[in-house]
Nanobody, 123 residues
């Protein structure tokens, strides 16, 4: 298991940017594919972005493609989510997740989760 702690959330105006960070503890970080999910009030948790162990491949939900960028620094045991051109509909709690398997968009495939960080985008 990998322990994950997110940070970087906050309140931002529409059109603004934020960068989320997810710090991982444990020696398995470089062996884990990572992903970001989000959950808005009253809605189910949904996939946002994922990155493979080496960082060579990334995947995005259509709703964030072209605006969000996922990256990782295995030397720092950290994964990032750069969010540009934010919209009010991006408002949610953002969760970092890890899997030793393939970085699919399915929640059930991820065994480790952070506590979440709130992102609020005002119009």
């Amino acid at each position: 298991q990998v322990q994950l702690v997110e940070s970087g959330g906050g309140l931002v105006q529409a059109g603004g940017s934020l960068r989320l960070s997810c710090a991982a503890s444990g020696r398995t970080f470089s062996s884990a594919a990572m992903a970001w999910f989000r959950q808005a009030p009253g809605k189910e948790r949904e996939f946002v972005a994922a990155i493979t162990r080496s960082g060579s491949s990334t995947y995005y939900a259509d709703s964030v493609k072209g605006r969000f960028t996922i990256s990782r620094d295995n030397a720092k045991n950290t994964v990032y989510l750069r969010m540009n051109s934010l919209k009010p509909e991006d408002t949610a709690v953002y969760y970092c997740a890890a899997t030793l398997g393939y970085p699919s968009g399915n929640l059930a495939d991820f065994g480790s989760w952070g506590q979440g960080t709130q992102v609020t985008v005002s119009s």
